[in-house]
């Protein structure tokens, strides 16, 4: 792997990770709720998915997914099934200081698992990492090496993204500091969120 090829790759893979996926979402709503460590501590969930995923990637494991439609569908319908749970759960938010109440309540270990469910029940995003991630791999390499070379650019970057994501929600938290605001704000992000688990439901394999 040259310099070359990581000039093309690090752009590329940085829009990626900046694309408004139900990660990203997730990643506003909760610094809108919650601040902003708080959201980027949560997002260790998803880096923790990723990584399983660029693994799976690396060892060619994703071909089961290529192969097994039930399975494919099975997974997507799940991960469809959470986001939708998440959208009634942010629409029925009670827009009072209670949000704020809940920062001492909630652990850094349950938006953590809510942001890892969201990623890990995505199979588009598996799919993605063994499409996206093999066209910048030298065959005639250390192909293992490669991929966790990839995966750690990939991982830091996604870093960022939570980071940059995290700063909307807590720039959004300020714009609707009313209690009504709040409510149109928990409302537009449910309508994304149910709207992504839409595109998930009828996505059809790569």
């Given at each position: 792997?040259?310099?070359?090829?990581?000039?093309?790759?690090?752009?590329?893979?940085?829009?990626?990770?900046?694309?408004?996926?139900?990660?990203?979402?997730?990643?506003?709503?909760?610094?809108?709720?919650?601040?902003?460590?708080?959201?980027?501590?949560?997002?260790?969930?998803?880096?923790?998915?990723?990584?399983?995923?660029?693994?799976?990637?690396?060892?060619?494991?994703?071909?089961?997914?290529?192969?097994?439609e039930w399975l494919f569908h099975g997974i997507k319908i799940?991960?469809?099934?959470?986001?939708?749970?998440?959208?009634?759960?942010?629409?029925?938010?009670?827009?009072?200081?209670?949000?704020?109440?809940?920062?001492?309540?909630?652990?850094?270990?349950?938006?953590a698992r809510q942001e890892f469910l969201v990623a890990i029940g995505n199979p588009k995003a598996i799919l993605l990492f063994t499409a996206f991630l093999p066209q910048f791999v030298d065959q005639g390499g250390d192909v293992i090496r490669q991929f966790a070379v990839l995966g750690g650019l990939f991982l830091a970057l996604e870093c960022i993204a939570?980071?940059?994501?995290?700063?909307?929600?807590?720039?959004?938290?300020?714009?609707f500091a009313r209690p009504s605001g709040k409510r149109l704000f928990n409302r537009i992000c449910a309508t994304l969120l149910a709207g992504a688990a839409s595109v998930l439901l009828v996505a059809r394999r790569a």
């Open positions: 792997m040259n310099l070359a090829t990581l000039l093309v790759f690090v752009p590329a893979c940085f829009a990626l990770n900046m694309a408004p996926g139900p990660n990203n979402l997730l990643s506003i709503s909760n610094a809108s709720r919650y601040g902003l460590v708080m959201a980027c501590l949560g997002g260790l969930g998803r880096l923790l998915a990723f990584a399983i995923m660029i693994a799976l990637a690396a060892v060619g494991l994703t071909a089961v997914l290529h192969t097994s799940v991960g469809a099934a959470y986001l939708f749970y998440i959208a009634v759960q942010l629409w029925r938010a009670k827009p009072t200081m209670e949000d704020e109440a809940k920062v001492a309540m909630i652990g850094m270990g349950s938006l939570i980071a940059l994501y995290g700063c909307m929600g807590v720039h959004a938290r300020k714009l």
